[in-house]
């Protein structure tokens, strides 16, 4: 009888055991842990890697899925979500929770941080991901969707040097080209701008305007809605002010002295010691032939080819000739009005612009290297960078006798525009190249250059003999100019237009100005200069 007794005990015993094993048994015979599974989703996620998200899934991902984390990355625009795990709790032996700390880096707007959980099952002994909707958000259904609510602050102004905004429709009409327009937002334009704009939304078009849209604009106050839910307000930040070099005295002088040419005029005025553009303007709208033309110089390149024989020991004084006609490399050469000299200084060739000395002074002294690395010194070939589109200019190394021939007075195929030529008369004004800018502290790929010992100050002698002696004499232009006149023949047939430039300074103050088409640079655009400079 006690013995039966004792072997009843052990059978309950065992049974005992076996009901209060089970879920020990359960567990252990699971894969992994809720830890292991919640770490390896969270990585993923924060990879944007979707495939290894689905793949620690309970059950096969729906089309909601995808949908869902697109609510985050479409419809907020996040560029990143980084999620970080934090603490797990466990439901019974087969459900866990993962808390985690989510925080998306939304386009326009900045960070927004939230928190929220991952659910976690054992399905096939494996621990899952049971997931919901609400695993992107707590407060995402699967019926409703995360969207931007923003509030913009007022736009911030463009100003000329001296903090007068020139971005209303009272300035002229030079400036407004420099500055361009407020324009509605296209759905092009929000899917480059960021989901913080809105088709139909005001933006800056062309110009300053467009260049620093996202400066002048600021950040919005944004509120992220799940519905109609607020689920968390970014404050927006303010508009920052873009502060051009314009100077409106400068500007208005410069618009005077080109509103009555009939044929297109531009002008571009730089202050030699910084590079900052004080003027730019055109006499006719659209094309902005200041920074953008694409002209043949003519003479004024004189004033590189100078700088380039002078460096290589021609002095201002040396005796040359300046016949009615030459020839370099089978080149036919002759002067403006078939002029002819005869023997004179090389300065006196500069200041009546003999294209008979220059040439043939230009082959013997100078290779069609030297000559291409002297233009580049003075802002030719480099990169612009001003705040707003402008055309490097162009000047090909020489291939020929006759093409270096050609180059040495401008023509051949070297191409300038205004604000490059005036920007070699500023660096004969202050003996060093500096890139020209129109909005200050702009990062620029150029480098400013100095030029070589003496070169400057040679330079400014003989363009100085242009204004007092040479084919700017009568243009009325005031005392202390300097200055250098070209004639820039363009077309094709036996009588050939001509562009008519003149560049220089006057203190601390260069210029250039082109007429386009407009003849002689000595009686069309140096006039043009005088009344500028006699207008300030």
Same mark, same amino acid.
């Given at each position: 009888?006690?013995?039966?007794?004792?072997?009843?005990? =052990?059978?309950?015993?065992?049974?005992?055991?076996?009901?209060?094993?089970?879920?020990?048994?359960?567990?252990?015979?699971?894969?992994? #842990?809720?830890q292991?599974?919640?770490?390896?989703? *969270?990585?993923?996620?924060?990879?944007?890697?979707?495939?290894?998200?689905?793949?620690?899934?309970?059950?096969?991902?729906?089309? !909601?899925? !995808?949908?869902?984390?697109?609510?985050?990355?479409?419809? $907020?625009?996040? %560029?990143?979500? !980084?999620?970080?795990?934090?603490?797990?709790?466990?439901?019974?032996?087969?459900?866990?929770?993962?808390?985690?700390?989510?925080?998306?880096?939304?386009?326009?707007?900045g960070?927004?941080?939230y928190?929220?959980?991952?659910?976690?099952?054992?399905?096939?002994?494996?621990?899952?991901?049971?997931?919901?909707?609400? *695993?992107?958000?707590?407060? $995402?259904?699967?019926?409703?969707?995360l969207?931007?609510?923003?509030?913009?602050?007022?736009?911030?102004?463009v100003?000329?040097?001296?903090?007068?905004?020139?971005?209303?429709?009272?300035?002229?009409?030079?400036?407004?080209?420099?500055?361009?327009?407020?324009?509605?937002?296209?759905?092009?334009?929000?899917?480059?701008?960021?989901?913080?704009?809105?088709?139909?939304?005001?933006?800056?078009?062309?110009?300053?305007?467009?260049?620093?849209?996202?400066?002048?604009?600021?950040?919005?106050?944004?509120?992220?809605?799940?519905?109609?839910?607020?689920? %968390?307000?970014?404050?927006?930040?303010?508009?920052?002010?873009?502060?051009?070099?314009?100077?409106?005295?400068?500007?208005? *002088? *410069?618009?005077?002295?080109?509103?009555?040419?009939?044929?297109?005029?531009?002008?571009?005025?730089?202050?030699?010691?910084?590079?900052?553009? +004080?003027?730019v303007?055109?006499?006719?709208?659209?094309?902005?032939?200041?920074?953008?033309?694409?002209y043949?110089?003519? =003479?004024?390149?004189?004033?590189? %080819?100078?700088?380039? +024989?002078?460096?290589?020991? &021609?002095?201002?004084?040396?005796?040359?000739?300046?016949?009615?006609?030459?020839?370099?490399g089978?080149?036919?050469?002759?002067?403006?009005?078939?002029?002819?000299?005869?023997?004179?200084?090389?300065?006196?060739?500069?200041?009546?612009?003999?294209?008979?000395?220059?040439?043939?002074?230009?082959?013997?002294?100078? =290779?069609?290297?030297?000559?291409?690395? #002297?233009a580049?010194?003075?802002?030719?070939?480099?990169?612009?960078?001003?705040?707003?589109?402008?055309?490097?200019?162009?000047?090909?190394?020489?291939?020929?006798?006759?093409?270096?021939?050609?180059?040495?007075f401008?023509?051949?195929?070297?191409?300038?525009?205004?604000?490059?030529?005036?920007?070699?008369?500023?660096?004969?004004?202050?003996? =060093?190249?500096?890139?020209?800018?129109?909005?200050?502290?702009?990062?620029?790929?150029? #480098?400013?250059?100095?030029?070589?010992?003496?070169?400057?100050?040679?330079?400014?002698?003989m363009?100085?003999? &242009? &204004?007092?002696?040479?084919?700017?004499?009568?243009?009325? $232009?005031?005392?202390?100019?300097?200055?250098?006149?070209?004639?820039?023949?363009?077309?094709?047939?036996?009588?050939?237009?001509?562009?008519?430039?003149?560049?220089?300074?006057?203190?601390? +103050?260069?210029?250039?100005?082109?007429?386009?088409?407009?003849?002689?640079?000595?009686?069309?655009?140096?006039?043009?200069?005088?009344?500028?400079?006699?207008?300030?």
């Amino acid at each position: 009888m006690r013995g039966r007794t004792i072997a009843i005990t =052990s059978v309950a015993v065992v049974v005992v055991a076996g009901a209060a094993g089970g879920g020990a048994w359960y567990l252990l015979h699971t894969r992994g #842990t809720p830890q292991e599974t919640a770490q390896r989703f *969270a990585a993923a996620w924060t990879k944007g890697d979707m495939a290894a998200m689905k793949a620690e899934l309970a059950a096969p991902p729906s089309g !909601d899925f !995808d949908a869902a984390y697109a609510e985050l990355t479409k419809n $907020l625009n996040a %560029t990143a979500v !980084d999620v970080k795990l934090g603490q797990i709790t466990a439901n019974g032996d087969d459900k866990a929770t993962a808390a985690y700390t989510a925080t998306a880096a939304l386009k326009n707007v900045g960070d927004w941080t939230y928190t929220g959980t991952i659910d976690l099952t054992v399905a096939d002994r494996h621990w899952r991901v049971d997931w919901s909707p609400a *695993a992107v958000h707590p407060s $995402l259904t699967g019926a409703n969707h995360l969207k931007l609510k923003t509030t913009w602050p007022n736009r911030a102004a463009v100003t000329d040097s001296g903090g007068t905004r020139i971005d209303g429709s009272d300035v002229g009409g030079s400036v407004q080209q420099l500055v361009g327009y407020l324009d509605k937002a296209t759905q092009k334009d929000v899917k480059k701008l960021g989901p913080a704009y809105r088709t139909g939304q005001a933006i800056g078009r062309g110009g300053l305007q467009e260049t620093f849209q996202k400066r002048l604009a600021g950040t919005p106050t944004t509120e992220v809605m799940a519905g109609e839910e607020s689920l %968390t307000t970014i404050e927006g930040t303010d508009g920052k002010a873009v502060a051009t070099t314009l100077d409106l005295n400068v500007q208005q *002088a *410069a618009a005077n002295a080109v509103r009555d040419m009939e044929k297109p005029t531009s002008l571009v005025a730089i202050r030699p010691s910084t590079g900052e553009i +004080l003027a730019v303007v055109n006499n006719q709208g659209g094309f902005n032939r200041a920074l953008d033309g694409r002209y043949a110089p003519g =003479s004024t390149f004189k004033t590189v %080819t100078a700088a380039g +024989l002078l460096a290589a020991g &021609v002095n201002p004084a040396d005796q040359v000739t300046c016949p009615k006609n030459a020839n370099v490399g089978g080149l036919k050469i002759r002067n403006s009005d078939h002029a002819a000299y005869g023997t004179l200084s090389f300065l006196d060739s500069y200041a009546h612009s003999c294209n008979t000395t220059f040439a043939p002074l230009t082959k013997q002294h100078l =290779s069609a290297k030297a000559l291409y690395d #002297t233009a580049t010194a003075l802002g030719f070939n480099q990169p612009l960078n001003i705040g707003v589109p402008a055309t490097k200019a162009s000047m090909p190394r020489a291939t020929s006798d006759a093409e270096l021939a050609a180059e040495s007075f401008g023509q051949a195929k070297i191409t300038a525009s205004p604000l490059v030529m005036a920007s070699v008369a500023a660096a004969i004004a202050d003996g =060093s190249w500096r890139p020209p800018t129109l909005v200050p502290n702009l990062k620029q790929k150029a #480098t400013e250059q100095a030029l070589p010992d003496g070169v400057a100050e040679q330079l400014r002698a003989m363009m100085r003999a &242009v &204004v007092t002696k040479g084919t700017a004499q009568a243009a009325g $232009l005031p005392d202390g100019t300097y200055g250098k006149t070209g004639t820039a023949e363009f077309g094709t047939g036996p009588e050939l237009e001509s562009h008519a430039w003149f560049h220089g300074f006057k203190g601390d +103050l260069a210029f250039a100005v082109v007429v386009e088409g407009g003849g002689g640079g000595g009686k069309i655009a140096a006039p043009v200069a005088a009344q500028f400079l006699n207008g300030l």
